[in-house]
C-alpha cells in the first residue's frame, strides 16, 4: 500500500513564505512525477508545480516566479517533495494536495496517488 502525507499547511499572512512537505511511503518500485494541487471553496482542484523523476519542474502560471517545487528526493525509505512558497496573496489560499505518479512491483502499470491534503490560509 502507497500513502502520501501532506504537512506544513498554516494561516500565514499576505506576502509571507510557507514550505509544504509531502512524504511518499509505502511499496513504491520507483516514481515517475511527484506534485502539488490545490483546490480553493468552491473551485475545481487545480495543478500548482509538478517535478519528474528526473528533475523537470512544471508550474501554473499563477504561481511561476513565487512558488518552487524541489525535486524528489529520498530520506530513509520515504520519497520526499517540498513545495516552497513565497509572496502569498489570498487568492493562494485553499487545500493543497500532494500528488504522485508511481509504479509498484507486484503489478504493470503507473498508479496515480493522493494525499489528504494540507490547508494554507493567507489572510491578515
Known amino acids: 500500500q502507497v500513502q502520501l502525507v501532506e504537512s506544513g499547511g498554516a494561516l500565514v499572512q499576505p506576502r509571507g513564505s510557507l514550505r509544504l512537505s509531502c512524504a511518499a511511503s509505502?511499496?513504491?518500485?520507483?516514481?515517475?512525477?511527484m506534485g502539488w494541487y490545490r483546490q480553493a471553496p468552491g473551485k475545481q482542484r487545480e495543478l500548482v508545480a509538478t517535478v519528474t523523476g528526473g528533475g523537470t519542474p512544471k508550474y501554473a502560471d499563477s504561481v511561476k516566479g513565487r512558488f518552487a517545487i524541489s525535486q524528489i528526493s529520498r530520506v530513509h525509505a520515504d520519497y520526499m517533495v517540498y513545495l516552497q512558497m513565497n509572496s502569498l496573496n489570498p487568492e493562494d489560499t485553499a487545500v493543497y494536495y500532494c500528488?504522485?505518479?508511481?509504479?509498484?512491483?507486484?503489478?504493470?502499470?503507473?498508479?496515480?496517488?493522493w494525499g489528504k491534503g494540507t490547508l494554507v490560509t493567507v489572510s491578515s
Open positions: 509505502g511499496s513504491i518500485f520507483s516514481i515517475t512525477a
Open positions: 500528488n504522485a505518479i508511481i509504479s509498484i512491483a507486484t503489478r504493470p502499470g503507473y498508479l496515480e496517488v
